[in-house]
Protein backbone atom coordinates (compact mmCIF):
# COMPACT_ATOMS: atom_id res chain seq x y z
CA UNK A 1 0.00 0.00 0.00
CA UNK A 2 1.59 3.78 -0.55
CA UNK A 3 3.46 4.96 2.00
CA UNK A 4 2.00 7.65 4.83
CA UNK A 5 4.23 10.31 3.17
CA UNK A 6 1.82 9.93 0.09
CA UNK A 7 -1.59 9.31 2.33
CA UNK A 8 -0.11 12.59 4.63
CA UNK A 9 0.50 14.46 0.74
CA UNK A 10 -3.11 13.07 -0.12
CA UNK A 11 -4.37 14.63 2.91
CA UNK A 12 -2.41 18.14 2.51
CA UNK A 13 -4.31 18.47 -0.90
CA UNK A 14 -7.83 18.01 0.73
CA UNK A 15 -7.16 20.71 3.41
CA UNK A 16 -5.47 22.84 0.45
CA UNK A 17 -8.85 22.68 -1.12
CA UNK A 18 -11.65 22.63 1.50
CA UNK A 19 -9.50 24.35 4.41
CA UNK A 20 -10.02 21.71 6.70
CA UNK A 21 -9.00 18.22 7.57
CA UNK A 22 -12.51 16.82 8.44
CA UNK A 23 -13.02 14.03 6.00
CA UNK A 24 -15.90 11.92 5.56
CA UNK A 25 -15.39 8.55 6.24
CA UNK A 26 -16.59 7.72 2.77
CA UNK A 27 -15.14 9.77 1.28
CA UNK A 28 -12.61 9.05 -1.88
CA UNK A 29 -10.36 11.24 -4.36
CA UNK A 30 -10.60 11.45 -7.50
CA UNK A 31 -8.07 9.30 -8.02
CA UNK A 32 -9.77 6.01 -5.55
CA UNK A 33 -8.09 6.44 -2.86
CA UNK A 34 -10.15 6.04 0.37
CA UNK A 35 -8.77 9.43 2.07
CA UNK A 36 -11.65 9.16 4.87
CA UNK A 37 -10.57 5.78 5.96
CA UNK A 38 -7.12 6.63 6.26
CA UNK A 39 -8.03 9.57 8.16
CA UNK A 40 -10.31 7.70 10.70
CA UNK A 41 -7.36 5.42 10.98
CA UNK A 42 -4.97 8.01 11.79
CA UNK A 43 -7.04 8.41 14.83
CA UNK A 44 -7.61 4.93 15.69
CA UNK A 45 -4.21 4.47 15.66
CA UNK A 46 -2.96 7.64 17.46
CA UNK A 47 -1.00 6.10 20.45
CA UNK A 48 1.53 3.98 18.25
CA UNK A 49 2.10 7.50 16.02
CA UNK A 50 5.32 8.69 16.08
CA UNK A 51 5.60 11.89 17.79
CA UNK A 52 6.88 13.46 14.35
CA UNK A 53 3.89 12.27 12.34
CA UNK A 54 1.08 13.13 15.43
CA UNK A 55 3.42 16.79 15.42
CA UNK A 56 3.09 17.07 11.27
CA UNK A 57 -0.47 16.46 11.24
CA UNK A 58 -1.42 18.94 14.55
CA UNK A 59 0.25 21.76 12.36
CA UNK A 60 -2.10 21.31 9.60
CA UNK A 61 -5.10 21.26 11.63
CA UNK A 62 -5.83 17.80 12.29
CA UNK A 63 -9.04 17.17 14.44
CA UNK A 64 -8.21 13.95 16.57
CA UNK A 65 -11.79 14.30 18.20
CA UNK A 66 -14.18 14.67 15.76
CA UNK A 67 -17.12 14.74 17.71
CA UNK A 68 -15.75 17.06 20.78
CA UNK A 69 -14.57 19.55 17.66
CA UNK A 70 -18.43 19.43 16.11
CA UNK A 71 -19.85 19.93 19.56
CA UNK A 72 -17.49 22.99 20.36
CA UNK A 73 -18.07 24.32 16.54
CA UNK A 74 -22.07 24.05 17.21
CA UNK A 75 -21.80 26.09 21.04
CA UNK A 76 -19.70 28.34 19.81
CA UNK A 77 -22.04 29.45 16.54
CA UNK A 78 -24.86 29.44 19.33
CA UNK A 79 -23.23 31.31 21.43
CA UNK A 80 -22.52 33.93 18.86
CA UNK A 81 -26.24 33.70 18.21
CA UNK A 82 -27.16 34.25 21.88
CA UNK A 83 -24.77 37.31 21.80
CA UNK A 84 -26.46 38.75 18.85
CA UNK A 85 -30.28 37.90 19.88
CA UNK A 86 -30.36 37.75 23.98
CA UNK A 87 -32.21 34.29 23.19
CA UNK A 88 -31.67 30.43 22.29
CA UNK A 89 -35.04 30.48 20.42
CA UNK A 90 -33.00 29.19 16.80
CA UNK A 91 -35.73 28.11 13.93
CA UNK A 92 -34.95 24.00 13.15
CA UNK A 93 -34.14 25.67 9.76
CA UNK A 94 -31.35 28.30 10.61
CA UNK A 95 -28.16 28.39 9.18
CA UNK A 96 -25.92 31.41 9.92
CA UNK A 97 -23.91 33.71 7.49
CA UNK A 98 -20.88 31.94 7.28
CA UNK A 99 -23.53 28.52 6.08
CA UNK A 100 -23.50 26.78 9.52
CA UNK A 101 -26.69 24.59 10.26
CA UNK A 102 -27.26 26.17 14.25
CA UNK A 103 -31.28 24.68 13.70
CA UNK A 104 -29.86 21.08 12.64
CA UNK A 105 -27.20 20.68 15.52
CA UNK A 106 -29.79 21.95 17.81
CA UNK A 107 -32.11 19.66 17.08
CA UNK A 108 -29.64 16.75 16.85
CA UNK A 109 -28.33 18.49 21.27
CA UNK A 110 -32.22 18.12 22.23
CA UNK A 111 -32.48 14.29 20.77
CA UNK A 112 -29.18 13.50 22.24
CA UNK A 113 -29.65 14.96 25.67
CA UNK A 114 -29.41 11.96 27.46
CA UNK A 115 -26.23 10.83 25.98
CA UNK A 116 -24.62 14.25 27.20
CA UNK A 117 -22.49 15.18 29.79
CA UNK A 118 -23.32 17.07 32.72
CA UNK A 119 -20.62 19.59 32.13
CA UNK A 120 -22.61 20.10 28.27
CA UNK A 121 -25.18 20.50 29.90
CA UNK A 122 -24.77 22.70 32.20
CA UNK A 123 -23.33 25.02 29.45
CA UNK A 124 -26.21 24.87 27.59
CA UNK A 125 -28.65 25.52 30.85
CA UNK A 126 -26.34 28.70 31.76
CA UNK A 127 -27.14 30.05 28.04
CA UNK A 128 -30.79 29.38 28.97
CA UNK A 129 -31.03 26.87 26.65
CA UNK A 130 -34.60 25.27 25.44
CA UNK A 131 -34.83 21.51 25.24
CA UNK A 132 -38.53 21.13 25.10
CA UNK A 133 -39.65 21.87 21.51
CA UNK A 134 -43.05 23.36 22.67
CA UNK A 135 -41.47 25.20 24.77
CA UNK A 136 -39.28 26.89 22.04
CA UNK A 137 -42.69 27.03 20.33
CA UNK A 138 -44.37 29.22 23.06
CA UNK A 139 -40.84 31.29 23.48
CA UNK A 140 -41.00 32.54 20.00
CA UNK A 141 -44.80 33.60 19.91
CA UNK A 142 -44.12 35.00 23.74
CA UNK A 143 -41.09 37.32 21.82
CA UNK A 144 -43.31 38.13 18.94
CA UNK A 145 -46.28 39.35 21.46
CA UNK A 146 -44.00 41.37 23.53
CA UNK A 147 -42.50 43.42 20.63
CA UNK A 148 -46.22 43.56 19.38
CA UNK A 149 -46.92 45.13 22.53
CA UNK A 150 -43.89 47.20 22.73
CA UNK A 151 -45.43 48.71 19.19
CA UNK A 152 -49.53 48.96 19.88
CA UNK A 153 -49.59 49.17 23.62
CA UNK A 154 -51.81 46.37 23.83
CA UNK A 155 -51.90 42.76 23.55
CA UNK A 156 -55.48 42.63 21.66
CA UNK A 157 -54.08 41.52 18.43
CA UNK A 158 -56.22 40.73 15.44
CA UNK A 159 -56.76 36.72 14.80
CA UNK A 160 -55.08 37.05 10.73
CA UNK A 161 -52.30 39.56 11.78
CA UNK A 162 -48.98 38.48 10.70
CA UNK A 163 -45.51 40.25 11.64
CA UNK A 164 -43.05 41.74 9.46
CA UNK A 165 -41.02 38.54 9.77
CA UNK A 166 -43.93 36.36 8.39
CA UNK A 167 -44.81 35.08 11.87
CA UNK A 168 -49.16 34.35 12.86
CA UNK A 169 -49.16 35.95 16.02
CA UNK A 170 -53.10 36.30 15.64
CA UNK A 171 -53.42 32.32 15.56
CA UNK A 172 -50.76 32.05 18.21
CA UNK A 173 -52.85 34.21 20.93
CA UNK A 174 -55.81 32.68 19.59
CA UNK A 175 -54.33 29.07 20.58
CA UNK A 176 -52.97 30.02 23.98
CA UNK A 177 -56.26 31.42 24.83
CA UNK A 178 -57.90 27.88 23.89
CA UNK A 179 -55.14 25.99 25.82
CA UNK A 180 -55.19 28.40 29.15
CA UNK A 181 -55.52 25.38 31.23
CA UNK A 182 -52.20 23.98 29.87
CA UNK A 183 -49.98 27.14 30.64
CA UNK A 184 -47.95 27.27 33.85
CA UNK A 185 -48.17 29.63 36.16
CA UNK A 186 -45.26 31.27 35.02
CA UNK A 187 -46.61 31.50 31.24
CA UNK A 188 -49.77 33.51 33.02
CA UNK A 189 -48.01 35.90 35.00
CA UNK A 190 -45.67 36.46 31.59
CA UNK A 191 -48.50 37.17 29.64
CA UNK A 192 -50.70 39.28 32.29
CA UNK A 193 -47.45 41.68 32.33
CA UNK A 194 -48.22 42.28 28.32
CA UNK A 195 -52.27 42.64 29.50
CA UNK A 196 -52.69 39.80 27.63
CA UNK A 197 -56.47 39.75 27.02
CA UNK A 198 -57.93 36.28 28.14
CA UNK A 199 -61.79 37.33 26.64
CA UNK A 200 -62.04 39.46 24.14
CA UNK A 201 -66.04 39.49 24.12
CA UNK A 202 -65.43 41.35 27.19
CA UNK A 203 -62.49 43.05 26.27
CA UNK A 204 -64.26 45.06 23.01
CA UNK A 205 -67.72 44.98 25.08
CA UNK A 206 -65.47 47.47 27.76
CA UNK A 207 -64.29 49.79 24.41
CA UNK A 208 -67.71 50.20 23.28
CA UNK A 209 -68.81 51.19 26.40
CA UNK A 210 -66.30 53.59 26.95
CA UNK A 211 -66.72 54.94 23.25
CA UNK A 212 -70.76 55.33 24.02
CA UNK A 213 -69.93 57.00 27.50
CA UNK A 214 -67.67 59.63 25.83
CA UNK A 215 -70.52 60.17 23.05
CA UNK A 216 -73.08 60.67 25.51
CA UNK A 217 -70.37 63.02 26.96
CA UNK A 218 -70.07 65.12 23.73
CA UNK A 219 -74.10 65.26 22.48
CA UNK A 220 -75.90 64.23 25.57
CA UNK A 221 -77.79 61.53 23.90
CA UNK A 222 -77.17 58.29 22.29
CA UNK A 223 -78.57 58.66 19.08
CA UNK A 224 -75.42 57.26 17.88
CA UNK A 225 -75.84 57.36 13.58
CA UNK A 226 -75.58 53.93 12.03
CA UNK A 227 -72.11 55.06 10.23
CA UNK A 228 -70.67 57.38 13.19
CA UNK A 229 -67.03 56.81 13.78
CA UNK A 230 -64.90 58.17 16.53
CA UNK A 231 -62.57 61.00 16.41
CA UNK A 232 -59.74 57.98 17.05
CA UNK A 233 -61.36 55.83 14.64
CA UNK A 234 -63.69 53.46 16.35
CA UNK A 235 -66.94 52.38 14.46
CA UNK A 236 -69.12 53.32 17.49
CA UNK A 237 -72.38 53.37 15.15
CA UNK A 238 -71.50 49.59 14.58
CA UNK A 239 -70.72 48.14 17.60
CA UNK A 240 -74.05 49.82 19.13
CA UNK A 241 -76.07 47.96 16.64
CA UNK A 242 -74.55 44.68 17.07
CA UNK A 243 -75.52 45.47 20.55
CA UNK A 244 -79.26 45.76 19.75
CA UNK A 245 -79.42 43.24 17.31
CA UNK A 246 -77.61 40.64 19.20
CA UNK A 247 -78.92 41.76 22.64
CA UNK A 248 -79.14 38.45 24.15
CA UNK A 249 -75.26 37.69 23.71
CA UNK A 250 -74.91 40.37 26.20
CA UNK A 251 -74.75 39.41 29.97
CA UNK A 252 -77.26 40.04 32.60
CA UNK A 253 -74.30 42.55 34.17
CA UNK A 254 -73.65 44.27 30.92
CA UNK A 255 -77.62 45.05 30.12
CA UNK A 256 -77.36 46.79 33.70
CA UNK A 257 -74.41 48.85 32.95
CA UNK A 258 -75.98 49.76 30.11
CA UNK A 259 -79.50 50.67 31.71
CA UNK A 260 -77.47 52.26 34.45
CA UNK A 261 -76.27 54.83 31.85
CA UNK A 262 -79.92 55.34 29.98
CA UNK A 263 -79.82 53.47 27.19
CA UNK A 264 -82.46 51.07 26.72
CA UNK A 265 -81.59 47.87 24.56
CA UNK A 266 -84.95 47.49 21.89
CA UNK A 267 -86.27 44.13 22.33
CA UNK A 268 -86.13 42.21 19.16
CA UNK A 269 -88.83 41.73 17.12
CA UNK A 270 -90.73 38.02 16.70
Request: charged share 30%.
Amino acid sequence: SPSWEFWFGLLGAYQEDFEDCLVHVNYVTDSGFRLGKWTAQQRTLKKNLTNEKKQRLDEMGFIWNVNLFKWEQGFKQLTYYYKLNRDCLVTARYVTDSGYKLGHWIGNVRASKKELTSERIKRLDEMGFIWDINSLKWEQGFKELANYYKMEDHSMVPFKYVTDSGYRLGKWVTRVRHRLERLTSEQRQRLDKVNFVWDTESEKFEKGFKELENYYKLNGNYLVPGKYVTDSGYKLGIWLSSKKERSERLTSEQRQRLSEIGFVLRAKKR
